[in-house]
């Protein structure tokens, strides 16, 4: 289907747009390391939040959430909507901690906390295998997503799709390393109402277009009853014997997965883009408002349009042999949704591609020149120096990921591939703020261990053909043994090596204050000169719960009252709201004790 002359003109006039803020931005990022990375850490928390939502909003993911509905209905979700938990962990456990720690990214931390050789191979290790291979990984897969929408939309072959991606990778870095993190959190925030915007009204022309609500329902339950595969890909929560969602799978999501899994975006005790939003933030308050906002963002108001879409892909193309494509042919077809709204969506797809990409460059960056090369090589240099590295970095990224796109033909894929090499290492993260017995040799062994056992269980060994990721069930029992097999290594770890040295221990104590029992030793330690934490586990915990209520009450309210269950919904976002005067009038308490 050819574009129309409009069509170019909307897509031009958003690069202009973007363009225009890179510029604008460009004085503050020119020649200040903490501007470049981290926006002078003046970022108000709904700037923060939303570019972290933009960030997780990449032109991959409704057409991997399209791929996960066909294959496993809407259930499939569970994927990352078991994550809210991790999520909300990180707005009420850790996003204090994070702000307190004043680093410039998460990587460094590995100095702040633990010491010596060990504490050092830790930060370059982490600098350079997130940095590069982990973080061209996430690049890679949505270039891959972007390569798909290029050839569906306009009609070019695979290399002049490859070429094409290579100028928006370009023009994104271009404006990147001119503006560091401002240029991109404002970006962020004009992409993400851009892209929003459209999806919602995709879904609106996508469920005209079979009939409305009640016929999407109708038709989809019949492919399904048609199928002879027990269960509907209409359930929010599989029944016991649905084949769509098996039950292990569903129970390993709900159980494990959130706490366990190392995930761009979701780490358990934050991480990556989201710790460093956080560090940008004004103060610790606006780092856990940023952060609450987004994980209500993410996980409650964007993925209803995506299904829908998903769903009418279902009824309007059911022998798709590639189910992703199906979200690009609804909007390309001139049945279902009008020619002249067309460039407004490509335009969003490519606001999507670039706000992800613009994060992960920036972010793999700052971890390849703050955390290796100003730590290891070259110490003393002024930040001039460190700001045009930084763009060299950038550019080295954009090269590496264009090469490793060539690997993957799955973004689903991908993404568990992702979930399953950080598989068990999650409790490290997460215990490291509150037990002071974790080394720097706990993480080491968890992230070697899990990498090495989730990837040998799924290569063919003989006879043995490997567990296939892309099966449910199987994806269970990869997690479940890389989790289990990593955890007694990284336990047994830390037994036999020894602990961190009490002057490391007290400093950290000193300027994180961590609550609970944890820290005790450190504590009766210093004595009467100890620090009180400001929260205690207990209310912490308490937040933890109301903010995982209110998360999913939203996101099951509005879906029950998009498929018209208005009682169930209307009472779900009660719930949500009643939930979010508890946390609010929390935090306030908590804000005045500090004060």
């Not at 279902?336 to 460059?361: C, D, E, H, K, N």
Request: proline share 4%.
């Amino acid at each position: 289907m050819n574009l129309h002359a409009v069509d170019w003109i909307v897509i031009a006039l958003y690069f202009v747009v973007t363009l225009a803020i890179g510029l604008y931005y460009s004085r503050r990022a020119r020649g200040d390391v903490n501007e470049f990375f981290l926006s002078g850490r003046n970022a108000p928390w709904w700037l923060a939040g939303t570019s972290m939502v933009a960030t997780t909003f990449a032109a991959d993911t409704p057409l991997a959430v399209t791929e996960l509905v066909a294959k496993n209905g809407i259930a499939g979700n569970w994927l990352w909507w078991s994550l809210v938990m991790s999520g909300t962990m990180t707005v009420f456990f850790f996003a204090r901690l994070w702000r307190r720690a004043d680093v410039m990214t998460d990587v460094e931390f590995a100095e702040l906390r633990y010491s010596g050789k060990p504490a050092a191979f830790l930060r370059g290790f982490r600098a350079l295998y997130l940095g590069i291979p982990i973080n061209c990984i996430i690049l890679a897969w949505v270039n891959l997503a972007m390569i798909t929408i290029l050839k569906e939309t306009i009609g070019v072959t695979q290399l002049q799709a490859e070429i094409i991606l290579v100028g928006l990778l370009l023009f994104t870095a271009f404006y990147t390393t001119l503006a560091g993190l401002w240029g991109v959190l404002v970006t962020d925030l004009f992409q993400f109402v851009l892209m929003m915007a459209m999806i919602i009204v995709l879904a609106i022309f996508a469920v005209h277009s079979v009939g409305g609500v009640d016929e999407l329902v109708r038709k989809v339950a019949e492919r399904d009853a048609a199928s002879g595969v027990l269960g509907s890909r209409l359930d929010f929560l599989p029944g016991l014997n649905s084949a769509w969602m098996p039950l292990i799978a569903l129970c390993t999501y709900l159980a494990v997965n959130w706490w366990a899994s190392w995930y761009p975006g979701s780490e358990p005790g934050g991480g990556g883009y989201v710790a460093q939003r956080i560090f940008s933030a004004k103060d610790e308050r606006h780092g856990v408002l940023a952060t609450l906002w987004f994980n209500v963002a993410n996980f409650a108001l964007r993925p209803w349009p995506w299904i829908l879409t998903a769903l009418a892909t279902i009824v309007l193309y059911p022998d798709l042999k590639d189910p992703k494509i199906g979200y690009i042919r609804i909007f390309m077809d001139e049945q279902v949704f009008p020619w002249y709204l067309r460039g407004f969506i490509i335009a969003g797809f490519a606001a999507a591609y670039m706000s992800t990409i613009a994060t992960q460059l920036n972010w793999g960056a700052s971890y390849i020149i703050n955390d290796f090369y100003r730590r290891f090589l070259v110490r003393t240099a002024s930040d001039r120096h460190y700001v045009l590295a930084s763009q060299a970095a950038t550019i080295l990224l954009v090269a590496v990921s264009i090469v490793a796109t060539r690997y993957f033909d799955s973004i689903s894929g991908a993404w568990k591939l992702m979930m399953l090499t950080g598989a068990g290492t999650g409790t490290v993260y997460l215990l490291r703020w509150y037990w002071w017995r974790i080394n720097a040799w706990s993480e080491v062994v968890a992230m070697t261990v899990a990498a090495v056992v989730s990837i040998g269980l799924q290569l063919p060994w003989g006879s043995w053909s490997g567990w296939n990721s892309d099966d449910p069930t199987q994806f269970a029992y990869l997690m479940l043994t890389t989790v289990a097999a990593t955890s007694v290594a990284w336990i047994a770890a830390t037994i036999v090596t020894p602990a961190e040295p009490l002057d490391k221990l007290t400093a950290f104590y000193r300027r994180a204050r961590p609550a609970g029992p944890g820290w005790l030793p450190v504590r009766n330690l210093l004595g009467a000169a100890a620090p009180e934490p400001t929260e205690t586990l207990g209310s912490q915990f308490v937040n933890w719960l109301l903010g995982s209520a209110l998360v999913y009450a939203s996101l099951f309210g509005i879906g029950h009252l998009v498929f018209k269950n208005w009682l169930p919904g209307a009472g779900l976002l009660i719930l949500a709201l009643i939930c979010g005067a508890i946390i609010s009038r929390n935090l306030n308490f908590q804000n005045t004790a500090e004060e």
